[in-house]
C-alpha cells in the first residue's frame, strides 16, 4: 500500500493529525503528534482509518473495540519516548506484528537476553533512543532521510552525539581476547556475528507476498482468509498470498550504510524480479562492511507498458475505485495513479520485487555469536557472496599448489634432517 489514496488509512502511523489528501501541509505545527510518541498512560491509541487522530469516543474497528482517548489525562503524563511509544507504530510496520523488518516485533517491547541483550528487560533494558539519538527531533537511523554515518571509531561527548554504530561504544577492538576477530571489523560489521538469526522472539516474520493471487471469495461471498498452524495469515482474499517464517538465517550483502530505492517513474526491467530497495556497498569499496538482511520478496502491480510501478488505491468505500472495496486492479490502479499525479497506461500486470531490509536488532548474547566455520567454509552463510577471496570457502589452484608445495618441502625437509642425524649419529 502507497501513502498516495489510501490517506486515512497509511496517516494513521505515517503523520500527525488529518493528512487526508495530497495537498497537505507538512510544515504546519499543530498538524504534528506529540502525544503518540510521548504518552506516560498507555491509553493513547490511533484510529486505525482517521487520519492519525486517535479515538474521540467509543469506535469500533472490525471486531476491536477503541474506547475515548482522555486527551486531558494523557497530556498532563507526557515523558520521554519509550519501546512502548517506538514499538506502537514500529513493530507493527507492514500492516502487523513483525511483517516488515524481522528483528522488530512485539516480542521486542520486553525481551529477555536471550533475544537481545541491549533491550533485555531485566538487564540493560535499554531504549530505542539509547542509539537512535536525536538533535531537534531529528532521528538518527540506517534509513531515514539523514542516514547514519557508518563509521568505525567511538561516539566521544564532543562528537555530534550519533550512536548508531556499534563501535561508537565497543570500539574497533571489542574482542579483549581475540585480536583475529578485531582483523574481521574493517570488513565485517558486528551485526553479522552477533545476530545468528532473526524473528527468533517466537512472532513470525513476513517473507513473502503475492498480490496477484487477491480476490478470491468464499463460496457464499464472504472473505476468504487462510491462517496456518501458529495463526499466520496465508491468504486474504483483500491481500492476496503470504508466506512466514521464525528463526531466519539473514541473507548477506556489502554495505556502506546508505540505501538506494526504486522510485514510482523509474522504468524498470520486468524479465527478472525488481529490487525495490538495496544496500550501497562493495568490495572494493573500504567503507563497506558484510551486514546482515531480510529480504522480502513479493509480488506487485506495474504498467506492463510503461514499465512503471503502480500505485493502487486499496482503502476506500464502494464507488471509490478502492480494490478493498471493489475488487478490480484496473479501478484501483487508474484512481491510485491519478491520486499519486502520474501517468498510467490503463494496463496492469504483476512483476515480481524484492526488498534488503538491515537487521541491526535481536542482538544475541556473545556465547551465541557465529563461529567461524558458518562462514569460512564451502556452503557457509558467505557461500552467495561473491568477487573476493574467502579462506575455506573458496579454491586458488596456483595457492593450493603453493600452499601444498610448501607443505611437501617441510616434510621433505624434516625427512632429510632426520636421516642425516641418523647417518651422523651412526
Avoid at 280 to 308: C, E, L, M, T, W
Wanted: proline share 4%; glycine share 10%.
Amino acid at each position: 500500500m502507497a501513502t498516495a489514496s489510501n490517506w486515512c488509512r497509511c496517516t494513521s502511523c505515517h503523520i500527525g493529525f488529518g493528512w487526508d489528501k495530497k495537498e497537505y501541509d507538512h510544515t504546519v505545527q499543530e498538524n504534528v503528534d506529540c502525544l503518540v510518541c510521548h504518552d506516560g498512560t498507555g491509553t493513547y491509541k490511533k484510529f486505525p482509518t482517521d487520519c492519525g487522530h486517535p479515538a474521540y469516543g467509543e469506535k469500533k474497528f472490525g471486531n476491536k473495540q477503541y474506547k475515548n482517548v482522555d486527551l486531558g489525562h494523557v497530556a498532563r503524563s507526557i515523558r520521554k519516548s519509550s519501546r512502548q511509544t517506538c514499538g506502537a507504530c514500529h513493530f507493527f510496520g507492514g500492516g502487523g506484528d513483525g511483517v516488515k523488518h524481522g528483528d522488530l516485533d512485539s516480542s521486542m517491547f520486553a525481551p529477555a537476553k536471550k533475544l537481545d541483550v541491549h533491550m533485555d528487560a531485566d538487564g540493560l533494558d535499554y531504549n530505542c533512543t539509547t542509539c537512535h539519538t536525536a538533535n531537534a527531533h531529528d532521528i538518527v537511523g540506517r534509513n531515514y532521510s539523514k542516514s547514519a554515518p557508518n563509521s568505525h571509531r567511538l561516539a566521544l561527548p564532543n562528537d555530534d552525539g550519533i550512536r548508531i554504530g556499534c563501535e561508537n561504544c565497543h570500539s574497533r577492538q571489542p574482542h579483549q581476547s581475540n585480536q583475529k576477530l578485531n582483523d574481521h571489523t574493517d570488513r565485517v560489521a558486528c551485526q553479522t556475528c552477533h545476530i545468528p538469526s532473526f524473528a527468533r522472539g517466537g512472532i513470525a516474520t513476513q517473507l513473502n507476498w503475492d498480490w496477484s493471487t487477491a480476490g478470491r471469495h468464499a463460496d457464499d461471498g464472504k472473505l476468504l482468509i487462510k491462517k496456518d498452524f501458529s495463526g499466520n495469515v496465508i491468504y486474504h482474499s483483500k491481500k492476496g498470498t503470504m508466506t512466514w517464517g521464525t528463526n531466519i538465517i539473514p541473507e548477506y550483502a556489502w554495505y556502506k550504510g546508505i540505501m538506494k530505492y526504486i522510485h514510482q517513474q523509474d522504468k524498470i526491467d520486468d524479465s527478472s524480479p525488481v529490487t525495490l530497495a538495496w544496500p550501497v556497498g562493495s568490495y572494493a569499496d573500504k567503507n563497506a562492511r558484510i551486514f546482515p538482511f531480510k529480504i522480502h520478496h513479493g509480488k506487485q502491480p506495474y504498467d506492463p507498458v510503461k514499465k512503471n510501478l503502480i500505485v493502487p488505491k486499496l482503502f476506500g468505500k464502494k464507488g471509490s475505485g478502492a480494490y478493498w472495496a471493489e475488487y478490480d486492479w484496473g479501478k484501483a490502479a487508474e484512481k491510485g495513479m491519478d491520486d499519486y499525479g502520474a501517468p498510467f497506461s490503463g494496463q496492469t500486470g504483476f512483476v515480481e520485487t524484492e526488498f534488503y531490509s538491515p537487521i541491526s536488532h535481536m542482538i544475541a548474547p556473545k556465547e551465541e555469536a557465529l563461529t567461524c566455520s558458518e562462514c569460512h567454509s564451502r556452503s557457509g552463510r558467505l557461500a552467495k557472496l561473491q568477487g573476493f577471496y574467502l579462506p575455506g570457502r573458496d579454491k586458488s589452484e596456483s595457492l593450493d599448489l603453493l600452499g601444498w608445495t610448501g607443505i611437501w618441502l617441510s616434510f621433505l625437509g624434516v625427512f632429510i634432517h632426520g636421516l642425516l642425524r641418523f647417518i651422523l649419529k651412526n
